[in-house]
């Protein structure tokens, strides 16, 4: 139904940028069937957990919500002719080093329904 594929990841040094781009697809991805896009990560013998999320459809589309960690560091943002969500990471710390997933959640859904393959951003120092 929805499909998610991520880019941009890689080795940066610490204090550099990265872009990632999640882009989507599906039947119903365009329909208004999407509520929330939003961004996780999961480090190495951790759990996974929230980076950043924006309103899809639904609703006001100004919504955005962050990590503590990441606020004032990261942004999320869309191109909507592209079905894409990036995530601008700037000033980046070796603890901002894991796999990053895009996921998206449906309307009604209180949870993130579908999920990309991750990709890798490593931050040396």
């Known amino acids: 139904q929805v499909q998610l594929v991520e880019s941009g990841g890689g080795l940066v040094q610490a204090g550099g940028s990265l872009r990632l781009s999640c882009a989507a697809s599906?039947?119903?991805?365009?329909?208004?069937?999407?509520?929330?896009m939003g961004w996780f990560r999961q480090a190495p013998g951790k759990e996974r957990e929230f980076v950043a999320a924006m309103r899809w459809s639904g609703g006001s589309t100004n919504y955005e919500d962050y990590a503590d960690s990441v606020k004032g560091r990261f942004t999320i943002s869309r191109d909507n002719a592209k079905n894409t969500v990036y995530l601008q990471m700037n000033s980046l710390k070796p603890e901002d080093t894991a796999v990053y997933y895009c996921?998206?959640?449906?309307?009604?859904?209180?949870?993130?329904?579908?999920w990309g393959q991750g990709t890798q951003v490593t931050v040396s120092s």
């Open positions: 599906g039947r119903t991805f365009g329909s208004g069937f999407i509520g929330f």
């Open positions: 996921a998206a959640r449906t309307l009604f859904s209180t949870l993130y329904n579908y």
